[in-house]
């Protein structure tokens, strides 16, 4: 019997590419490792679970029995791997097994970035990444008014939109002056905080926390402009960076993720990457198209048919119900200039090139209707 | 009237309503979108992935 796939990881990258993988091949042992219990749950769901008023339990759409079996597939849960011999095509894990395989996944994801933050309360921020984060900061919820959110972006506006279905005053901080300030222009953002605001939420823009203090109920943070904002529990939402170690100490190629080929390949024979730990033609995109695309493309070649990822444009549904938003931002460098068309009850946002090309967009509220048809317009991010 | 959800990226599609932006009329049933049709928010096509019902 040949050595199995293995995949490590068990989000949405790890197991999109198995399920993809058994369309083509039903024979090779497959095998997947994760650090946690290896159920299958959507993580972009968990930005809006308390207004759909999910427990921890209906999240979790598959067990990881009910996965084994329905992939055919050997599933270690709550086991992590030590090392990596790529020479030798073996991974270690903490129980000290060596386990052969013929082609390894890395679909470790990412972690969630923290701001140095000074003051004794600093270990008690969360930040919500997995099922597990979640389960605790929903824990962490009950009876509580008032969450300080570190981050005016994607998941930061998500939640905050979605802590207002249980009743509780979301503050947002951050450094820039609208939020999703990387994806929107500036009247689009100016309507997101505007309409978020009228729902319950509270921005604080143009500031950072610098220091969180643990006070008698909840927390102090200290603000860049030296003004103090309490609330009973503190959530950061700054942004991801891709767990690389692993890769890196077993001797692959890093740069802001794992460095891999169109063909999803890293820089060592028979060890791919896929989700948010890979690095792309320079790209590392957290969200779930690209993920999906990734999955078809690596299955393909694994089941023996070499093919390239390819990604067309990628609009990105914003979570927030109080402000429906879609973007699909200009490619990083792209030249051209943001059009804004506002409405009462939206804006339309193009960003075009010199020869009046979309180049990207960006929608807000009545306007997401032609999400479809402007999509078509885009060029595809790869090719 | 039934909802499902894409289990990928957690879309409702709610048969009663519809999706009336991509031409799909409210009272649409899940078995009569085409087999082409693809999730609007994370791109998986309908054949490609199971629909829960909600």
Redesign the interface.
């Known amino acids: 019997m040949s050595h199995p796939i293995i995949i490590i990881g068990s989000g949405l990258a790890a197991y999109n590419l198995a399920r993809e993988l058994r369309k083509l091949d039903t024979a090779t042992p497959l095998t997947v490792i994760s650090r946690d219990h290896a159920g299958f749950y959507s993580k972009p769901m968990l930005s809006n679970a308390l207004a759909g008023n999910k427990s921890i339990q209906q999240l979790v759409m598959k067990s990881a029995e009910t996965m084994a079996s329905e992939l055919n597939a050997t599933i270690l849960a709550h086991t992590e791997i030590s090392a990596i011999d790529a020479a030798a095509q073996t991974v270690t894990i903490n129980d000290g097994r060596v386990l052969p395989y013929r082609d390894l996944v890395l679909a470790l994801g990412a972690d969630p970035i923290r701001l140095p933050l000074s003051g004794n309360g600093a270990a008690g921020v969360m930040s919500v990444n997995d099922l597990d984060d979640f389960a605790k900061f929903s824990a962490a919820l009950e009876g509580v008014k008032t969450v300080a959110i570190l981050g005016a972006g994607l998941i930061g506006c998500e939640f905050a939109n979605d802590l207002l279905a249980r009743g509780i005053k979301p503050v947002v901080l951050d450094p820039s002056n609208w939020p999703l300030s990387r994806l929107l222009p500036a009247e689009a953002g100016e309507r997101l905080a505007a309409k978020l605001t009228e729902a319950g939420v509270e921005f604080k823009m143009g500031v950072s926390a610098s220091a969180v203090d643990a006070i008698e109920q909840g927390y102090a943070l200290t603000l860049s402009d030296g003004s103090i904002v309490t609330a009973d529990l503190v959530l950061s939402a700054v942004g991801l960076r891709s767990r690389t170690q692993l890769a890196a100490a077993a001797g692959l190629t890093i740069n802001r993720g794992i460095v891999v080929d169109r063909q999803l390949q890293s820089s060592a024979a028979h060890i791919y990457a896929v989700g948010d730990c890979a690095e792309v033609a320079g790209l590392t995109l957290p969200f779930v198209l690209p993920i999906m695309q990734q999955a078809r493309a690596l299955a393909a070649t694994l089941a023996g048919t070499p093919t390239v990822v390819k990604y067309p444009a990628m609009p990105v549904v914003v979570k927030t119900p109080a402000c429906p938003t879609v973007v699909a931002p200009p490619a990083i460098g792209a030249e051209g200039d943001w059009q804004v068309e506002i409405a009462d009850d939206g804006i339309t946002a193009r960003f075009v090139g010199s020869a009046d090309e979309l180049l990207g967009f960006a929608l807000i509220g009545a306007a997401t209707s032609q999400r479809q048809a402007m999509a078509q317009q885009l060029p595809p991010v790869l090719v | 009237m039934k909802k499902w959800q894409c289990?990928?990226?957690?879309f409702i599609y709610d048969e009663a309503v519809g999706l009336p932006?991509?031409g799909i009329t409210a009272g649409t049933a899940w078995a009569d979108i085409p087999e082409d049709w693809a999730c609007?928010?994370?791109?998986?096509a309908k054949a490609d992935?199971d629909m829960?019902e909600v």
Do not use: A, L, N
Not at chain 2, 7 to 10: K, R
Not at chain 2, 40 to 44: A, E, F, L, R
């Open positions: 289990i990928v990226c957690g932006e991509e609007p928010d994370c791109g998986v992935f829960v």
